[in-house]
């Protein structure tokens, strides 16, 4: 289990009792985490004249998809190029069909034209840069087997990272704030004061107890399922994709809560273009990965499948996203895991643990 490397394993191993109690704390970490980050992410955007979306877009996702381009290097110096690579795919679909989809059900959620126009596009095109590099590999490999990421393909993945964020802070300029003319003016008066640094400070120590809260959660469960006999191929399949986009999820579903729907669309298309340039691309350059096959025919298609739906329901009229174009997403999440499970258990599928 990758996501619980960052947490000592002599932690979990505790009476289930006392698992149980982790299991309690964690999620209360969780919901305490993803409220204060939410509640700082708002203020901060309204105290340097931000909006909200793109501040969800570039701050707090990656605030959230840090830990996952840790735990992908660490994988992948561990010799687990598939874990590496498979955290970033994985995560994507989980963002764009679970979570996205999820909040989508239980609210409206309103179509910013300025980030879906911009940001949207590099959401898809991120997707499929690293859909055709993957196939560019493996043409000049002369077949799917044996396929391995370069070094260089990871360094450029990084080199496009520094320029999605460049180009993020220029949009951000160019984005009108949601916020009335008395109340802007008001806000940038406090750049100075204590305003921004408070913010910053509370964001980071929300996103830091989300993180901590979600790590234990994953790996507490992870010890009561197998104390239950759960097999460890299905544990892989499930936790380790859910897992690490768990801070996206309970961040994404405390800005419904507290009324920002904004952050929730910024986070996760921001989430997804860090998955492929700073995910993947932080793995790649540090340790050649090694891509699996089932990547070919299972795992890069559901991305894609994933990502043209949320582009094709952006395209769709209205001025908000409707409740059915969460039921399609969530029934491709479903789909796709009832696929995944279904080899696992076939024995097509072969998860390290």
Same mark, same amino acid.
């Given at each position: 289990?990758?996501?619980?490397?960052?947490?000592?394993?002599? %932690?979990? /191993?505790?009476?289930?009792?006392?698992?149980?109690?982790?299991?309690?704390?964690?999620?209360?970490?969780?919901?305490? $985490?993803?409220?204060?980050?939410?509640?700082?992410?708002?203020?901060?955007?309204?105290?340097?004249?931000?909006?909200?979306?793109?501040?969800?877009?570039? %701050? %707090?996702? *990656?605030?959230?998809?840090?830990?996952?381009?840790?735990?992908?290097?660490?994988?992948?110096?561990?010799?687990?190029?598939?874990?590496? &690579?498979?955290?970033?795919? $994985?995560?994507?679909?989980?963002?764009?069909?679970?979570?996205?989809?999820?909040?989508?059900?239980?609210?409206?959620?309103?179509?910013? @034209?300025?980030?879906? @126009?911009?940001?949207?596009?590099?959401? +898809?095109?991120?997707?499929?840069?690293?859909?055709?590099?993957?196939?560019?590999?493996?043409?000049?490999?002369?077949?799917?087997?044996?396929?391995?990421?370069?070094?260089?393909?990871?360094?450029?993945?990084?080199?496009? &990272?520094?320029?999605?964020?460049?180009?993020? =802070?220029?949009?951000?300029? /160019?984005?009108?704030? /949601?916020?009335?003319?008395?109340?802007?003016?008001?806000?940038?008066?406090?750049?100075?004061? !204590?305003?921004? %640094?408070?913010?910053?400070?509370?964001?980071?120590?929300?996103?830091?107890?989300?993180?901590?809260?979600?790590?234990?959660?994953?790996?507490?469960?992870?010890?009561?399922?197998?104390?239950?006999?759960?097999?460890?191929?299905?544990?892989?399949?499930?936790?380790?994709?859910?897992?690490?986009?768990?801070?996206?999820?309970? !961040?994404?579903?405390?800005?419904?809560?507290?009324?920002?729907?904004?952050?929730?669309?910024?986070?996760?298309?921001?989430?997804?273009?860090?998955?492929?340039?700073?995910? =993947?691309?932080?793995?790649?350059?540090?340790?050649?990965?090694?891509?699996?096959?089932?990547?070919?025919?299972?795992?890069?298609?559901?991305?894609?499948?994933?990502?043209?739906?949320?582009?094709?329901?952006?395209?769709?009229?209205?001025?908000?996203?409707?409740?059915?174009?969460?039921?399609?997403? +969530?029934?491709?999440? *479903?789909?796709?895991?009832?696929?995944?499970?279904?080899?696992?258990? &076939?024995?097509?599928?072969?998860?390290?643990?």
């Amino acid at each position: 289990m990758v996501i619980a490397d960052i947490i000592p394993h002599v %932690v979990f /191993e505790q009476h289930s009792a006392i698992l149980l109690l982790f299991v309690a704390v964690s999620i209360s970490l969780l919901v305490f $985490g993803a409220d204060r980050a939410v509640i700082a992410a708002v203020r901060l955007a309204r105290a340097i004249g931000m909006s909200t979306v793109i501040i969800g877009a570039t %701050v %707090v996702s *990656l605030g959230t998809t840090s830990p996952e381009a840790f735990v992908s290097v660490t994988a992948a110096f561990k010799g687990k190029g598939g874990l590496a &690579l498979g955290n970033g795919v $994985g995560s994507i679909i989980c963002d764009t069909a679970l979570i996205f989809g999820l909040c989508c059900c239980l609210r409206r959620l309103p179509k910013d @034209r300025f980030i879906l @126009r911009r940001h949207g596009w590099l959401q +898809l095109g991120s997707g499929v840069l690293l859909a055709g590099v993957l196939l560019a590999l493996a043409w000049f490999n002369g077949g799917f087997v044996g396929v391995v990421i370069p070094r260089v393909v990871g360094v450029v993945f990084l080199a496009l &990272l520094v320029g999605y964020m460049w180009i993020s =802070v220029r949009w951000a300029r /160019e984005h009108p704030t /949601e916020l009335p003319e008395h109340e802007r003016q008001a806000a940038a008066g406090a750049i100075g004061g !204590t305003v921004v %640094v408070g913010s910053l400070l509370m964001l980071v120590a929300g996103l830091a107890l989300v993180l901590v809260g979600s790590n234990v959660l994953i790996g507490s469960v992870e010890v009561l399922a197998i104390r239950c006999q759960v097999p460890r191929s299905v544990l892989a399949v499930t936790l380790v994709a859910f897992g690490t986009s768990l801070p996206e999820l309970v !961040t994404g579903i405390a800005s419904i809560v507290k009324g920002h729907p904004e952050l929730l669309i910024g986070n996760v298309i921001g989430a997804d273009i860090l998955n492929v340039l700073f995910v =993947v691309g932080a793995s790649s350059a540090a340790v050649p990965l090694g891509v699996p096959l089932e990547f070919y025919y299972l795992h890069i298609p559901i991305m894609l499948l994933a990502l043209v739906l949320l582009r094709t329901f952006i395209w769709a009229d209205g001025s908000t996203f409707r409740r059915s174009h969460g039921v399609w997403l +969530l029934v491709t999440f *479903l789909g796709y895991y009832g696929l995944m499970l279904t080899l696992v258990l &076939l024995g097509y599928l072969q998860y390290s643990q």
